[in-house]
């Protein structure tokens, strides 16, 4: 059987120096574990405009498209600012994602009990936090037409984004919602506006249909978007796996990172749908931007990029164990009072990118002995 093949798009700022520590997780799987996998690595963003005059070129389309899983950086910075908007760093990533049809975006909220004060909730709210946030990506109110400003009569303007959802793409999400909940707490709460919406209360009906068909064994409740926004922060505990639409998830998933104190600490997965061969295209990147504040400066937190790669095996490649095995090693670094500057509190230990990927390594070694 051929290995599977990963493409690294590192991209700018601190991509590099982050992919650069999750290489060496990967290589301490293919020599601790033998776990070997075809990396190829390329340009993109910035880095592939300076080299090609384009944030992504054709032949690193098709890369994307002929891989089984990609691992990327970030994208971006003040260098840029006056690209084109076509070929800008930006636009590589939404490229990527309308071409795949990365539709389901997971960002899970978790909170290491050694990180829990530097949350913004007590302590007790957000310690052992452990939700899975599913956003729909690729439809709703940032893609639907008509969207356009026009001029009226009487000069004033006028401004439309059009919210539409149809059931294939609610049914695509629900489905990889309830699929997720059964590997975790097995509970899927969905979440829309059906009180004021016509596209809330299509969600709402066919996430039911698609729960009453297939999935009876998980629990589904249903809540809408602004009570939810409240109960994310009153008792943010009570969710599992939260399951909404585009819109509501780009801003639910940002509540929810903030409970976690750090966004250097945050990986996402987008996923598309399993095609007939079994393979489905897959993204795995931090939260986090390029941070060009602090590029360069070996400084920047590179676990949100490490457990990025630990999505990655847990759900293009099955590897429920080894993604296990780097979270619980992240876990014990922190445990250890281990801290890059983000993280840094009194009494611990401050070390640079390269020293919090040493001492992930040893906790992986030290775990796996
Ligand atoms: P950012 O996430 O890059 O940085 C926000 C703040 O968090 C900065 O102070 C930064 O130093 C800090 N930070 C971020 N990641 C960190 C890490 N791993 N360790 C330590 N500190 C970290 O967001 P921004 O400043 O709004 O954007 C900077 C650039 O990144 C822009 O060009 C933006 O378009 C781009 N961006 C790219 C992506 C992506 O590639 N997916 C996402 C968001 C922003």
Not at 223 to 246: E, G, H, S, W, Y
């Amino acid at each position: 059987m051929s290995n599977k093949k990963i493409l690294v798009l590192a991209g700018d700022g601190i991509g590099p120096e982050c992919t650069g520590q999750a290489l060496r997780v990967v290589d301490w799987f293919a020599s601790k574990r033998a776990l070997k996998f075809d990396l190829t690595e390329d340009l993109v963003g910035g880095a592939a405009y300076d080299a090609h005059g384009t944030s992504l070129t054709d032949e690193t389309m098709q890369k994307a498209i002929d891989t089984d899983a990609i691992l990327f950086g970030s994208v971006g910075g003040p260098k840029w600012d006056g690209v084109a908007r076509d070929v800008r760093p930006e636009n590589s990533l939404l490229r990527i994602r309308k071409k795949l049809d990365l539709f389901a975006n997971l960002r899970p909220a978790t909170v290491f009990p050694a990180l829990a004060e530097a949350s913004s909730l007590k302590t007790e709210l957000v310690s052992g936090l452990d939700i899975m946030i599913l956003r729909e990506l690729t439809g709703g109110v940032y893609f639907g037409e008509p969207k356009e400003i026009t001029t009226q009569a009487d000069g004033s303007k006028r401004a439309i984004d059009s919210q539409i959802y149809t059931t294939q793409e609610i049914e695509r999400a629900a489905h990889v919602a309830f699929d997720l909940a059964r590997k975790r707490d097995n509970r899927v709460c969905s979440v829309e506006k059906s009180n004021v919406m016509e596209t809330g209360v299509l969600w709402r009906e066919v996430v039911t249909e698609v729960h009453k068909a297939s999935y009876q064994d998980v629990e589904l409740s249903h809540m809408l978007a602004d009570a939810c926004a409240m109960q994310l922060v009153r008792a943010p505990k009570q969710f599992d796996v939260i399951v909404t639409d585009n819109l509501f998830g780009d801003m639910l998933s940002d509540q929810a990172a903030m409970l976690t104190g750090s966004i250097g600490m945050l990986p996402s997965a987008s996923l598309g749908a399993v095609d007939d061969n079994g393979r489905r295209p897959a993204l795995y990147e931090p939260c986090h931007g390029s941070a060009p504040d602090i590029a360069g400066q070996g400084v920047a937190n590179p676990l949100a990029q490490i457990l990025s790669f630990g999505m990655l095996l847990r759900y293009s490649f099955g590897l429920s164990a080894e993604a296990d095995l780097i979270e619980a090693a992240v876990a014990q670094v922190l445990d250890r009072g281990v801290r890059t500057p983000d993280i840094m509190q009194p009494g611990m230990k401050k070390v640079s990118t390269d020293g919090m990927g040493d001492a992930v390594l040893d906790e992986l070694s030290a775990l796996a002995a």
